[in-house]
């Protein structure tokens, strides 16, 4: 039957063109090692295997890939493009159903679920307040979509439905990102003219409804150190007797939302709130270390809990500072960013595990052995931060993660190889990392990634009316009748993102940034105002002895050890001349490269990682680990030149192509090693 035939064409093996069922796929030597493996009853593809038919290396092997660039033709993105589409329009018509106006659906008994009568129950308190929160945070994924007629629905059900008037506790943290971003969101997008969004007869009332919610989350400001409490009343302000201690990421990530307010109101009152915020985290980082703990007390200013990283409790900050100087346009948000964000990234990587590790914030040790899942974000912010090459590793293990569970657990343990803590409540951060990826090097190997993430949904996820939290990812049989509102808003959002090249996004807005929860902040002109009454007059000084960035080749598609100092870039190196055909070779002069000799010292034997590309090594020899013959070797160094000219001289080749392998046989056997299983 037609239908037998279209299933069997989508799930026909990598390297088989779609369609051609009876196609061999092309020999080479990792499939032919995964077939003896698999006969001996060993490896991925071996009976009794926890995930069946899974490729030989934790990512495919790009350098025996060079059909990589016509197996995602645009007949199969539309394909998957509509089959997100499809899951959203499921579980969002399963919530305007049987849930609204709830704040979440769950999916298993078809049911709403709002404030927990119990205020100790935070789990549940933290993010849901009786104002339809699912239907405020989808707002702006059904735009994106081009539901039109449901985005103009929805609109008119928040102006007629939801108040903030409630007598419940919510954590401003979710409230800030979750709601309030999602009312700027749609109402700067009906905004805009070319969008043609706009409903008849809307004159600003998601707006008003912000400024509503921003003012009654305001009491939370009021405290000795300027840091918010973690939670307040919507009705009564800041209850008494409450927990007041809040970590990084929640008294840090607010700039965004609270500045674009102030900027359409022309109220400078909530972003210098925010601003005051994020200053006082910065004037209380570790005066040796220059990082921030994770958890603080908002009374005294003093740490709870030193644990710092790029994960959760930290991760959001960098991200919003970040955004901010890109949205705002102010040098003391950007020179935030850069002190603590390469800080973190110097003192958080350790030789022999290629992950971002939990340390103490005084000491730089190391505090645990175990990573969350919400560090999978980190290669988004990488990308955004003009380091490629570093994102491509670090999405390489959260991928390999994935593939392993067919899920990211909560927490894993790389030390003992397995999950802390397994659950997984369809968190986005994978699918962001795969999709900004996939948007900065078109390389499809990232559309691959984003269809193995859309078929275990599919698979793992979906239930009767929507999809559910998987309590365990190593038996996804158990099920947690929860469906977060960020599913919608994010995982969704972003996997849709990946297969749709004409979205509006892409082609009419352009200049925008996301929030953390993807909410969509378009770039304008109005927000850069210099105005000094929004500003209370801090300044931020570049560290000097902040090398991030220093002399690296960004560029350099090889990850080799391109490093110079910024008035030393000429190099003498032998190189081919290309013209007449004659193959002659030429000397180009210039200074004197700098030496690549390494120091002896602890990591003088570990070769090969941590790589040398990675913008947290500074300039100097004492830090670069040992590098591998092979990446030194003229002989290599003059392939990859060919290479990159190949590249350049055929724009349609996307710069990660598979036509070479970017992260290297070794890192990809240590990757393998810790989280493949």
Not at 151 to 178: C, G, K, L, M, P
Not at 468 to 482: F, P
């Amino acid at each position: 039957p037609p239908q037998q035939q279209q299933q069997s064409s989508a799930d026909a093996p990598t390297g088989t063109p779609a369609g051609r069922r009876n196609a061999q796929p092309r020999r080479t030597r990792a499939n032919d090692r995964s077939a003896a493996a698999a006969a001996e009853g060993e490896g991925p593809g071996a009976a009794g295997s926890s995930r069946p038919g899974t490729r030989p290396w934790p990512l495919p092997d790009l350098r025996n890939s060079s059909t990589a660039l016509t197996l995602f033709t645009a007949e199969r993105k539309l394909r998957l493009r509509e089959e997100v589409r499809e899951m959203f329009t499921f579980a969002f018509d399963n919530y305007m159903t049987h849930a609204f106006p709830h704040d979440e659906l769950d999916p298993i008994h078809c049911s709403g679920r709002s404030a927990d009568p119990d205020p100790r129950n935070l789990n549940v308190n933290d993010v849901l307040g009786n104002y339809s929160l699912t239907l405020i945070d989808s707002l702006d994924t059904l735009a994106i979509m081009g539901h039109r007629a449901e985005f103009v629905q929805a609109v008119q059900r928040v102006i007629d439905t939801v108040s903030f008037d409630q007598n419940t506790t919510v954590q401003v943290f979710e409230a800030n990102i979750r709601v309030l971003g999602g009312l700027l969101s749609a109402h700067l997008l009906m905004e805009n003219e070319e969008l043609d969004l706009r409903p008849a007869g809307y004159d600003g009332e998601l707006l008003h409804l912000a400024h509503d919610l921003a003012a009654r989350l305001m009491p939370a400001f009021d405290s000795p150190t300027g840091l918010p409490y973690p939670r307040v009343n919507l009705r009564h302000g800041v209850p008494a007797g409450w927990r007041n201690d809040t970590c990084t990421a929640g008294a840090g990530s607010l700039l965004l939302e609270f500045g674009v307010l102030s900027r359409l109101l022309h109220d400078p009152t909530y972003e210098l709130a925010a601003r005051r915020a994020a200053f006082a985290l910065w004037d209380r980082r570790s005066p040796r270390t220059g990082l921030l703990g994770s958890v603080i007390d908002v009374n005294t200013g003093h740490w709870v809990d030193p644990m710092s990283g790029v994960g959760a409790g930290v991760d959001s900050f960098y991200e919003y500072m970040l955004k901010a100087a890109i949205l705002f346009g102010r040098e003391e948000y950007f020179s935030l960013f850069r002190n603590t964000y390469s800080k973190a990234l110097k003192l958080s990587r350790d030789p022999n595990v290629p992950v971002f590790l939990n340390v103490h914030m005084h000491t730089g040790a190391i505090m645990n052995t175990w990573i969350d899942s919400l560090q999978a974000y980190v290669p988004a912010l990488q990308v955004l931060s003009g380091d490629v090459h570093s994102a491509m590793f670090a999405h390489a293990v959260y991928t390999t993660l994935w593939q392993r569970y067919g899920a990211l657990p909560e927490r894993f343990n790389w030390q003992l190889r397995q999950p802390d803590f397994s659950v997984y409540p369809l968190r986005p951060e994978l699918a962001e990392a795969t999709y900004i990826l996939y948007r900065s090097t078109r390389d499809p190997h990232y559309l691959d990634v984003g269809e193995l993430l859309v078929r275990d949904l599919q698979r793992h996820a979906r239930v009767r009316c929507g999809f559910a939290t998987l309590h365990d990812v190593g038996n996804k049989a158990q099920r947690e009748d929860r469906m977060e509102s960020f599913f919608l808003s994010e995982t969704l959002k972003y996997l849709y993102l990946l297969f749709d090249e004409g979205n509006m996004l892409h082609t009419t807005l352009q200049d925008f940034v996301f929030t953390t929860q993807a909410h969509i902040l378009p770039l304008a002109p109005e927000f850069h105002t210099q105005d000094p009454d929004f500003t209370d007059g801090r300044t931020v000084a570049l560290d000097s002895e902040d090398d991030y960035f220093n002399g690296y080749d960004v560029d350099d598609a090889s990850g080799d050890d391109d490093y110079y100092d910024d008035d030393d870039e000429a190099e003498e190196d032998d190189e081919e001349d290309d013209a007449g055909g004659q193959g002659k070779r030429v000397r180009r002069r210039g200074r004197r490269r700098r030496s690549r000799t390494p120091a002896k010292d602890a990591t003088a034997g570990r070769r090969g990682f941590p790589p040398t590309w990675h913008p947290a090594l500074p300039n100097s020899r004492q830090n670069q680990p040992l590098l591998d013959q092979h990446k030194t070797s003229s002989k290599a160094r003059r392939e990859r030149r060919r290479h990159r000219k190949r590249v350049r001289s055929c724009p349609a080749v996307p710069k990660w192509s598979g036509l070479f392998d970017p992260l290297g046989k070794r890192y990809r056997n240590l990757v393998k090693e810790i989280f493949g299983g």
